[in-house]
């Protein structure tokens, strides 16, 4: 094996008497593409963060090209050859990419010659990488993609030699995504180490060198990524065997449940984000819509729920129609049967700040049942919360702590037990397992399929391709705002891909 | 990814944290004693003997206090709603009304215990008025609470000047003040329940309101927690989007919560008028709408800190009264120095000094910090 680049030995750190990485070992070789996986809360990004600074650890040693290393700040980590791509992008949205580039690294007190010396900077690592950008368009006005390579293009220029990507693919379509790796197998080539941070099993098999696996705060294995299989993979993060595909059998669609005639609908800035988008949603199936995310599947779903208006169009819900010109408020939806479950649960599914209980009837806190006049039946709220978190296996099974508390996966649990507990006609799903470990998908899944079985109506908006196609008994892929084709679940993901970036359907279907 | 976290015992957060915040204003405020060139032991010992020393200066400051506790719970209410109601000051001093109305007009009808709910019905309803209108505005028009609320403050402040000056003055009175209430328009004092504790009280302004003061913060408790209204008025206040998610109508609860806001507010009016002076003077709120801002930030909101929050200032202001009479160095500006450094430390820097207690527990008693709540296996 060659010579590493990175190598941590015995990291430990705690948070308070939380121990977020315990006694990690870890040797990256230079000029590898290393995935690090691990379920949310297994310490991957606490780990990372420790490798660029933002936090020390307890104790343990870092070595960087085989020098030991002490880094405080990213400024450390800059110095040592170290850059990371955030999740979430670090960029100021109305500079331009040069800008960008030199921020942090501006120089004097006049731009003139750190601008131009950045240019022609900018213009090698483009030859040498195929990071064409273009250095004075403005960042907002970039596709998430491109401005992801401004990411890289930024870490490069500062001379990393190692670069953290975490999380990349979050926010791509999978053609950008494959544009991504053919990048980041470029940088392999031209000798620098990449460390890929994800919870895609697919993105590690395929671009990946060595795989670590991080459950609970220890690293559990390196593997050689092509001696092991998704199915090894899968068992070491979680701990046990996960089911990766979704058993379902036939649907048997039946009557209409939701209808969306000619939807228009505009967002707060004016810009039309749901264009004309007409279609059913029967009994007994689950319709999936796929699309990059920001082609307004969010509008989407909101307008159906009733959070947003419409400028026209038309939705059926059960043979009643609704007025989506603002009137319908979403209590009374729920009241006709529709249950939603947010995108964001973090603002919209949830008030992080109440105990669980309190959320386990949000929305549902005016009907008869869950009061005693004006007051709330809080025993009758918390014992029926108990109930629910024994049945969606919610843990910790404490309906007084505070919501806050709860890992992703059972804040989402949380949402779905709400929303399927009050027995709903139709069900509309945004994103269901967003930033959920592999263990709760699994659950998920299967109470969605269950919810189809039973002969509900299910709406699935989901930015996860293997999600939709796995789910859905109809995908509808959505472009700018359209619906550009709708597919059975056995279209193959090059087809839906083409979909979902733009390609003309008819092309597409070929 | 949510960043682990040691959380601290409750005991802890809600009583050592704002003792340590507490301490450390005091201790700044001693500097600036010092500064003076006075002995900050000294003047610490005459502040605390001048607030709760005598039977008498301890109902002084629970009259005080009773003010406090009213125009606390009236910005914690509309905190819950995430609204900034700075005008506690004018919907009490326009309260003022309401109390002026029942007590001017009944006080030589029905004896006390019949105006005294009256009165709170019409300080309540004059306050509610109060601040409605900034709250509709808030809800259909989207002008800003905090704006609006000020500037409602000044307008309450004109508004009584004229009316005290121009419409309910006796005729021939130079004082810019309501004629004095009968007997039907006083309320009893509360001195036998200082009394009780064996200290002898000469006379004083503290009265009954102080009991009702208690009552509307435990009403405040009830709202809050326990009602369907109180649910939705948190709702809104930690995350508006949830509540449009929900089905809360977001025009119809802030109103609702300003009106109730307001009521608190203008009750205050009560403790001073009724209970006190028994008429209606210029200026009578002298304050207490802005102290009701730090009590709500110190007691967080929450009625169980908004009484202790509310004695201490009440304490500051009595203790302060008697300290800048004893050491005419400390004037009556240094006392609102010293309160604005327990602002500062116990409101706006409040989480100062919490990082380190955090560590400090962690490492002392790692079970105490929560470590059940966040390591709860995957899923």
Redesign the interface.
């Known amino acids: 094996m060659a010579e590493a680049a990175i190598e941590l030995v015995g990291i430990n750190k705690?948070?308070?008497?939380?121990r977020?990485n315990r006694n990690i070992d870890l040797n990256i070789p230079k000029g590898t593409i290393h995935g690090i996986i691990g379920?949310?809360?297994a310490g991957?990004?606490?780990l990372m963060s420790i490798l660029y600074g933002f936090y020390q650890a307890d104790s343990g040693s870092i070595s960087v090209d085989g020098k030991p290393t002490t880094i405080h700040t990213p400024n450390d980590a800059i110095a040592a050859g170290i850059g990371m791509v955030h999740q979430h992008f670090m960029l100021v949205e109305n500079f331009t990419v040069l800008e960008n580039i030199i921020l942090g690294a501006e120089g004097e007190a006049l731009l003139g010659s750190s601008i131009a010396k950045a240019r022609s900077e900018l213009e090698r690592l483009e030859r040498d990488y195929g990071l064409e950008v273009d250095p004075d368009a403005i960042i907002e006005e970039l596709p998430v993609g491109l401005q992801q390579r401004v990411e890289i293009l930024k870490a490069l220029y500062r001379g990393a030699d190692i670069l953290i990507l975490d999380e990349p693919t979050g926010v791509l379509t999978p053609a950008e995504a494959d544009h991504l790796f053919r990048i980041l197998a470029q940088l392999k080539e031209e000798g620098k180490t990449v460390v890929l941070i994800t919870h895609k099993l697919r993105e590690i098999m395929a671009i990946t060198d060595n795989v670590s696996v991080m459950?609970?705060g220890e690293m559990v294995a390196t593997r050689k990524t092509a001696e092991t299989t998704v199915e090894e993979l899968a068992e070491l993060m979680?701990?046990r065997r996960v089911l990766l595909r979704v058993e379902k059998g036939e649907a048997k669609p039946g009557d209409f449940k939701l209808s969306v005639k000619g939807l228009t609908v505009k967002d707060s800035r004016g810009v039309t984000m749901v264009k004309d988008v007409s279609f059913d949603v029967r009994a007994g199936e689950i319709v999936g819509i796929a699309g990059v995310a920001g082609n307004g599947q969010s509008e989407l779903l909101e307008t159906i729920?009733?959070?947003r208006t419409a400028e026209a169009g038309k939705v059926t819900l059960l043979g009643e129609e609704i007025d989506v010109s603002g009137a319908t408020?979403?209590?009374?939806?729920?009241d006709r049967g529709l249950a939603?479950v947010?995108e964001?649960r973090h603002?919209?599914?949830?008030?992080?700040?109440?105990e669980e209980n309190?959320n386990s009837v949000?929305?549902y806190?005016?009907e008869p049942q869950y009061?005693k006049g004006?007051?709330?039946d809080?025993e009758k709220i918390v014992a029926e919360a108990g109930e629910n978190m024994k049945k969606y296996?919610?843990?910790?099974a404490n309906p007084m702590?505070?919501t806050?508390?709860?890992?992703?996966?059972?804040q989402q649990?949380i949402v779905l037990a709400r929303e399927m507990e009050q027995d709903p006609e139709v069900l509309i799903v945004g994103q269901p397992t967003r930033g959920v470990?592999v263990?709760?998908i699994e659950?998920i899944h299967k109470r969605l399929i269950d919810m189809r079985d039973q002969g509900k109506a299910v709406l699935l908006i989901s930015v996860e391709l293997d999600e939709v196609r796995s789910l859905s008994d109809r995908i509808l892929v959505m472009f700018d705002g359209r619906i550009v084709g709708e597919r059975g679940p056995d279209a193959t993901e090059g087809e839906l891909g083409l979909l979902m970036a733009g390609v003309e359907s008819k092309e597409a279907a070929e | 990814m949510s960043a682990p976290y040691a959380k601290l015992p409750g005991w802890a957060d809600y009583g050592l944290i704002p003792v340590i915040n507490l301490l450390v204003a005091f201790l700044v405020a001693g500097l600036v004693v010092m500064l003076v060139g006075e002995n900050p032991l000294r003047a610490a010992g005459i502040l605390v003997e001048g607030a709760f020393g005598r039977g008498q200066s301890i109902a002084y400051t629970l009259y005080y206090a009773t003010s406090f506790i009213f125009t606390g719970l009236a910005v914690a209410v509309a905190f819950h709603c995430g609204l900034f109601n700075i005008g506690g000051e004018g919907q009490a001093y326009i309260g003022g009304i309401g109390v002026a109305i029942v007590c001017l007009s009944l006080d030589g009808v029905f004896p006390w215990w019949i105006n005294f709910p009256l009165a709170i019905l019409g300080a309540g309803a004059v306050g509610a008025f109060w601040a409605f209108i900034p709250g509709i505005l808030q809800a259909k028009r989207g002008s800003h609470i905090v704006i609006t609320t000020i500037m409602f403050n000044f307008i309450a402040a004109s508004v009584m000047v004229y009316l005290l000056v121009d419409v309910i003055k006796p005729a021939g009175s130079m004082a810019p003040q309501t004629r004095t209430f009968l007997e039907g328009g006083q309320l009893p004092k509360l001195n036998w329940l200082i009394e009780m504790f064996g200290l002898p009280i000469r006379s004083s302004p503290f009265n009954i309101t102080f009991l009702l003061a208690l009552v509307c913060a435990w009403l405040v408790w009830l709202l809050i927690w326990r009602t369907k209204l109180g649910y939705e008025i948190r709702t809104q206040g930690h995350s508006p989007k949830a509540a449009r998610y929900a089905g809360i109508g977001e025009a119809r609860i802030i109103v609702i919560t300003m009106i109730i806001s307001g009521a608190l507010a203008g009750m205050m009016a009560l403790n001073p008028i009724m209970g006190d002076q028994h008429r209606v003077q210029l200026d009578f709120v002298t304050g207490a709408g802005f102290v009701g801002i730090a009590v709500a930030l110190m007691g967080r909101s929450h009625p169980v800190g908004i009484i202790p929050a509310a004695i201490l200032f009440g304490a500051l202001y009595q203790g302060g009264a008697e300290l800048s009479f004893e050491i005419p160095t400390i004037s009556r500006d240094m006392i609102v120095i010293i309160q604005g450094l327990v602002i500062l430390f116990a409101g706006a820097l409040e989480h100062m000094f919490r990082p380190q207690i955090q560590t400090l527990f962690a490492t002392l008693r790692p079970r105490s910090a929560g470590v059940e709540a966040t390591s709860g296996e995957g899923a």
Do not use: Y
């Open positions: 705690s948070f308070g008497a939380v977020a379920e949310n809360g991957k990004s606490t459950r609970q979680v701990g729920a009733g959070i408020d979403p209590g009374d939806l729920r939603h947010p964001d603002h919209v599914g949830l008030v992080l700040q109440f309190e949000l929305g806190h005016d009061l004006p007051f709330l809080r296996d919610i843990r910790p702590l505070k806050a508390n709860f890992s992703g996966g059972n649990k470990d263990g709760a659950f």
